[in-house]
Each structure stands twice: as C-alpha cells, then as structure tokens.
C-alpha cells in the first residue's frame, strides 16, 4: 500500500529532478515548441505506466487473497430434510374441482 502511494511521488521528482534532460531528449513533443510540453507527455507516460502497474499488483495481491481464503475454508453444501411434512391427497374430491373449473377459465371473446 505504501510503495503504490509513493510510487507517483518517485516519478513526480524523477521528473523534477531531470526535467531538463527529458525536455531535450525524451520528450515527444520537442519537434514542437509551441506546445510548451518540457516533458510533461513524458510524465503523463510515466504515470500512466506507474498507474497500470500499481493495478496489476492489487489485482494479483486480490488473486492471492482469494486463493489463499478458498485453501482455508473448503466450501461445504449441506441439504437439510424438510422439518415439516407434507402430504397430497390420493384425489380430489368432484365438488372442489367443479368448483375450481368455475372460477378459473378462459377470457371469452366479446
């Protein structure tokens, strides 16, 4: 955690303290003066550079840690009896199914 958060602060005074040697030979932009650039597209780089390998680190320490907590706790799936039973009947009786065909039916066209 420490070393992700001062790795920005390690290319800020890299930059710093060469700015005059990465104006002159590193940067993209030295063909073109008028920009102003001095470097700048070099540490914008060099950042995005840092930023991306800062991200694969947590994405790998992530990876470890899942791993590292599947290995500990194995996963166990228990199926419990239902606690209370239930019965069907053998039938229905007539009078509830003429009933229920009463009630619930088709939508008839008008």
């Known amino acids: ?11 800020y005074a890299g930059f710093e303290a060469n ?6 030979n590193l940067c993209i932009n030295k063909s073109r003066p008028w920009m102003q650039c001095n470097g700048h597209c070099y540490l914008v780089k060099k950042l995005k550079q840092a930023e ?3 991200k ?6 992530q990876k470890s840690r899942y791993q590292e907590a599947l290995q500990n706790n194995p996963l ?4 419990k009896m239902p606690v209370i039973p239930v019965t069907y009947p053998a039938y229905l009786p007539r009078a509830l199914a003429k009933r229920v065909s009463a009630i619930f039916h088709p939508p008839q066209i008008v």
């Open 76 to 79: 166990t799936i228990s199926f």
């Open 52 to 54: 991306e390998k800062e």
């Open 19 to 24: 700015q005059k040697y990465i104006a002159q």
């Open 1 to 11: 955690m420490f070393t992700a958060n001062c790795s920005r602060f390690f290319v």
């Open 56 to 61: 694969k680190q947590e994405r790998e320490e």
